[in-house]
């Protein structure tokens, strides 16, 4: 089984300031990936970011970066100089090579508001 | 082409109606899914077809049924919903099987069944 937890209900952060957000997993998979998406308002998942188990580096796209430490268990996602349009919904998921084909299992999500 | 096209955007219908909900994608992908999301909570998985073959049903009752007629199209067919089947209804697509590869997800139809 699979399990996410995201512990951060809601999250504000001042623009142009860094935000984490807070995740850690649980899975028997021995390989596996971590992602992170973003929900806007208007309703569409965004894939942000993707970390495989077995990257010896921490995946960086742009202003985000996923601060990754297997052995906690944790794949918290940084966002750097936070603008207006980084107010959404973000939720972490992973993906397990052993899972059934096809089944992500998502966090509850943090909801980040950016105030001006 | 990056995008998964579904439609309708918005739907309202009457517990006794029957409508469909599409989605396409262009990318070559082989997988597709759907989901249901309730408002400030994630996404739950409810069907997932692989290479057009229905590989995983999440125990959806009858009255959702879905149907991939060919590699770029998938289809969610709606008979006599309850109001609780309120949602927004997401459509993904990915390549299939292993662990590293992300959805592409559509822009989701938001249901309100009256």
């Known amino acids: 089984a699979q399990k996410i937890t995201q512990t951060q209900p809601g999250m504000f952060v001042q623009e142009k300031e860094a935000v984490t957000l807070d995740c850690t997993y649980d899975?028997?998979?021995?390989?596996?990936?971590l992602f992170w998406y973003k929900q806007p308002s208007s309703g569409e998942m965004i894939f942000l970011i993707y970390?495989?188990?077995?990257?010896?580096q921490n995946a960086t796209e742009g202003r985000y970066s996923l601060n990754f430490q297997k052995a906690r268990k944790s794949a918290n996602l940084v966002i750097s100089a936070s603008q207006l349009g980084d107010s959404a919904m973000y939720f972490c998921?992973?993906?397990?090579?052993?899972?059934?084909?096809?089944?992500?299992?998502f966090g509850d999500g943090t909801t980040l508001t950016v105030k001006p | 082409d990056t995008e998964v096209t579904q439609t309708p955007k918005h739907l309202v219908m009457g517990m006794t109606n029957k409508k469909s909900l599409k989605c396409e994608q262009h990318?070559?992908?082989?997988?597709m899914y759907w989901y249901k999301q309730k408002a400030k909570k994630p996404p739950e998985l409810m069907f997932v077809?692989?290479?057009?073959?229905?590989?995983i049903n999440e125990s959806v009752p009858s009255r959702f049924s879905p149907e991939c007629p060919n590699s770029s199209l998938l289809n969610l067919h709606l008979h006599a919903l309850q109001p609780e089947d309120s949602a927004l209804y997401l459509c993904?697509?990915?390549?299939?099987?292993?662990?590293?590869?992300?959805?592409?997800f559509g822009s989701g139809t938001q249901l309100s069944v009256l």
């Open positions: 993904a697509s990915s390549r299939p099987g292993t662990a590293n590869e992300k959805l592409f």
């Open positions: 899975t028997s998979d021995p390989s596996y990936g």
């Open positions: 970390q495989g188990s077995y990257d010896q």
């Open positions: 998921a992973m993906r397990g090579d052993n899972t059934n084909a096809g089944k992500s299992t």
């Open positions: 990318m070559g992908h082989r997988a």
């Open positions: 077809y692989s290479y057009e073959k229905l590989s």
